[in-house]
């Protein structure tokens, strides 16, 4: 009988408590004691139709193992949960569990089941365990592959490869591997030592890494193209978009990757020359643009102890609690109200940016005008400035509008690969590029997305590469 959730509420970590976790880098997001955690497991209803299954991008096969785990069998949890997911370490810690929002549990009592919590939970009983072990193949195929990117895509792409016993190289052009999971997510929401583990792992089952090697440009493209049977591109989408006003020359105006890459790299042990730190220490920050990069920058403003965090928003708040226009089972469109949001931070919306302002070359303060958003005859919503002018004082600002799009310059253009009408690499339904025996993975091919799509995609990638070397 699967009643539990009649008895057993959602019950939620939760965050170590504010004053604590700003004081350093660890990871905010606390663990259950077991017995919880097999309460909370319990609670999945085994839906006929599962639609967190549905949901996720993975595919992952919910119901399953939350019988296994709320059960204490936590070997055959794992292996239900790693025969869909390669990496559920990463998942477990930063997906936005699209999973528990199509729950049906969260249609009839806004209380789904813990999937994402329960994920990392047996992920981490299987490390622990020690379950988790290298299986390098036992017949290898001879052919060479090269993944360019170490991110989730190029991760997982690499692991489903040498999986089939094909030979596979990962090239960085970062110093370590993990893409924006390493350079880009906080140590507070992913601490890097769960990469390095995992890291670990690949290594020892044969995959090849080099770092500091951007192909197309230390690694010819001619050289990539006759070294190896197959190529696949998981390269990203590192374009960041950019703001053309008044005034964005100013000192003191930084995209939010610089200033997220450089503390990551400054917990690694890295050292920054004076020149070239960013720091919040003692300032008013001002984040523009209300999205999860975004609320990366305001945690990471709150630790290093700026006096006000500010985040600012071109588009109206979205709803609190429920959507009528995204109903269940869609991902709904609603406030989101992160960790670092609740660390002390001021949001506001429907603020256009129109200039910065300085004083002797050093940024002051930004100037914003209010919008209204009304839908046009056409459907489509529409800005509207209402002539409203506010100074916000700010002396160090992040652009986090989002990405455009993956860097075109240097190896993309190289291998002259197509791109969709957004800039994406276009690809074919299985992951084919234009250019004959290159693949792509990930942000290069969707656009800015998310880690559980990106490992998707990588899987997807290698299937049709294994494919591919078998004709
Ligand atoms: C600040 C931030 C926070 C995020 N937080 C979350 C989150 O909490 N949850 C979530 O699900 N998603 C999050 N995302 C999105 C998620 O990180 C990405 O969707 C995902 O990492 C994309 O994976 P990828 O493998 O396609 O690319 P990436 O992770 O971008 O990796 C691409 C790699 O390719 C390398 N590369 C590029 N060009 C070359 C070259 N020519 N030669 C060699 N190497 C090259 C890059 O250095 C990089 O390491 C976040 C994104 C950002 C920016
Ligand atoms: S990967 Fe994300 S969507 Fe899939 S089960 Fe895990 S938390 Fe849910």
Same mark, same amino acid.
């Given at each position: 009988?699967?009643?539990?959730?009649?008895?057993?509420?959602?019950?939620?970590?939760?965050?170590?408590?504010?004053?604590?976790?700003?004081?350093?880098?660890?990871?905010?997001?606390?663990?259950?004691?077991?017995?919880?955690?097999?309460?909370?497991?319990?609670?999945?209803?085994?839906?006929?139709?599962? %639609?967190?299954?549905?949901?996720?991008?993975?595919?992952?096969?919910?119901?399953?193992?939350?019988?296994? /785990?709320?059960?204490?069998?936590?070997?055959?949890?794992?292996?239900?949960?790693?025969?869909?997911?390669?990496?559920?370490?990463?998942?477990?810690?930063?997906?936005?569990?699209?999973? @528990?929002?199509?729950?049906? =549990?969260?249609?009839?009592?806004?209380?789904?089941?813990?999937?994402?919590?329960?994920?990392?939970?047996?992920?981490?009983?299987?490390? =622990?365990?020690?379950?988790?072990?290298?299986?390098?193949?036992?017949?290898?195929?001879?052919?060479?592959?090269?993944?360019?990117?170490?991110?989730?895509?190029g991760l997982a792409?690499?692991?489903? =490869?040498?999986?089939?016993?094909?030979?596979?190289?990962?090239?960085?052009?970062?110093? /370590?591997?993990?893409?924006?999971?390493?350079?880009?997510?906080?140590?507070?929401?992913?601490?890097? @030592?769960?990469?390095?583990?995992?890291?670990?792992?690949?290594?020892?089952?044969?995959?090849?890494?080099?770092?500091?090697?951007?192909?197309?440009?230390?690694?010819?493209?001619?050289?990539?193209?006759?070294?190896?049977?197959?190529?696949?591109?998981?390269?990203?989408?590192g374009k960041a978009?950019?703001?053309?006003?008044?005034?964005?020359?100013?000192?003191?105006?930084? %995209?939010?990757?610089?200033?997220?890459?450089?503390?990551?790299?400054?917990?690694?042990?890295?050292?920054?020359?004076?020149?070239?730190?960013?720091?919040?220490?003692?300032?008013?920050?001002?984040?523009?643009?209300?999205?999860?990069?975004?609320?990366?920058?305001?945690?990471?403003?709150?630790?290093?102890?700026?006096?006000?965090?500010?985040?600012?928003?071109?588009?109206?708040?979205?709803?609190?609690?429920?959507?009528? @226009?995204?109903?269940?089972?869609?991902?709904?469109?609603?406030?989101?109200?992160?960790?670092?949001?609740?660390?002390?931070?001021?949001?506001?919306?429907?603020?256009?940016?129109?200039? %910065?302002?300085?004083?002797?070359?050093?940024?002051?303060?930004?100037?914003?005008?209010?919008? @209204?958003?009304?839908?046009?005859?056409?459907?489509?919503?529409?800005?509207?400035?209402?002539?409203?002018?506010?100074?916000?004082?700010?002396?160090?600002?992040?652009?986090?509008?989002?990405?455009?799009?993956?860097?075109?310059?240097?190896?993309?253009?190289?291998?002259?690969?197509?791109?969709?009408?957004?800039?994406?690499?276009?690809?074919?339904?299985?992951?084919?590029?234009?250019?004959?025996?290159?693949?792509?993975?990930?942000?290069?091919?969707?656009?800015?997305?998310?880690?559980?799509?990106?490992?998707?995609s990588g899987r997807?990638?290698?299937?049709?590469?294994?494919? %591919?070397?078998?004709?």
């Amino acid at each position: 009988m699967y009643n539990a959730f009649l008895k057993i509420n959602r019950k939620e970590a939760g965050y170590r408590p504010v004053l604590e976790r700003i004081a350093d880098f660890g990871e905010v997001e606390q663990t259950l004691n077991q017995e919880d955690r097999m309460l909370q497991a319990s609670r999945c209803m085994d839906c006929g139709v599962p %639609f967190c299954h549905w949901a996720c991008p993975l595919g992952n096969l919910m119901p399953e193992w939350q019988d296994a /785990s709320s059960k204490g069998k936590w070997k055959e949890a794992y292996d239900i949960l790693s025969a869909t997911n390669n990496f559920p370490e990463f998942t477990g810690r930063v997906c936005p569990a699209l999973c @528990e929002k199509s729950c049906v =549990l969260m249609l009839s009592e806004q209380q789904p089941v813990t999937i994402r919590e329960n994920e990392a939970a047996i992920v981490e009983h299987a490390f =622990l365990e020690g379950y988790i072990k290298p299986h390098p193949p036992v017949i290898r195929t001879g052919k060479k592959i090269a993944v360019i990117g170490s991110g989730p895509a190029g991760l997982a792409a690499a692991d489903m =490869l040498n999986r089939k016993g094909h030979a596979v190289t990962v090239f960085e052009k970062d110093e /370590s591997p993990g893409g924006l999971l390493r350079f880009g997510i906080p140590d507070f929401k992913l601490n890097k @030592e769960v990469i390095d583990r995992r890291l670990k792992i690949l290594k020892e089952e044969g995959v090849i890494f080099q770092c500091g090697i951007e192909a197309g440009k230390n690694s010819g493209t001619a050289a990539l193209l006759s070294g190896f049977d197959a190529v696949c591109l998981a390269t990203g989408a590192g374009k960041a978009r950019d703001m053309n006003v008044e005034g964005r020359s100013s000192k003191g105006i930084y %995209f939010a990757l610089e200033f997220l890459q450089q503390q990551n790299r400054i917990i690694a042990g890295k050292a920054i020359p004076a020149s070239k730190t960013i720091s919040a220490k003692g300032k008013h920050v001002l984040v523009i643009g209300g999205g999860d990069t975004g609320s990366d920058c305001v945690g990471t403003s709150i630790r290093q102890k700026a006096v006000k965090v500010t985040q600012i928003e071109i588009l109206s708040q979205p709803p609190i609690g429920t959507n009528p @226009e995204t109903p269940w089972p869609a991902y709904p469109y609603v406030l989101k109200t992160s960790s670092s949001h609740q660390e002390g931070c001021t949001r506001l919306w429907n603020l256009s940016t129109k200039r %910065f302002i300085s004083k002797n070359g050093k940024l002051t303060g930004v100037e914003v005008e209010e919008v @209204e958003w009304e839908k046009g005859s056409d459907g489509r919503m529409k800005m509207k400035e209402t002539g409203k002018i506010e100074i916000i004082k700010a002396d160090l600002v992040f652009l986090s509008m989002g990405f455009v799009h993956p860097v075109h310059e240097g190896l993309l253009d190289d291998l002259g690969v197509d791109y969709d009408d957004r800039g994406n690499v276009s690809s074919t339904n299985s992951n084919q590029s234009s250019i004959h025996k290159v693949f792509v993975a990930g942000d290069v091919t969707s656009g800015a997305s998310l880690v559980v799509r990106a490992i998707s995609s990588g899987r997807k990638a290698a299937k049709a590469i294994d494919l %591919f070397l078998k004709h």
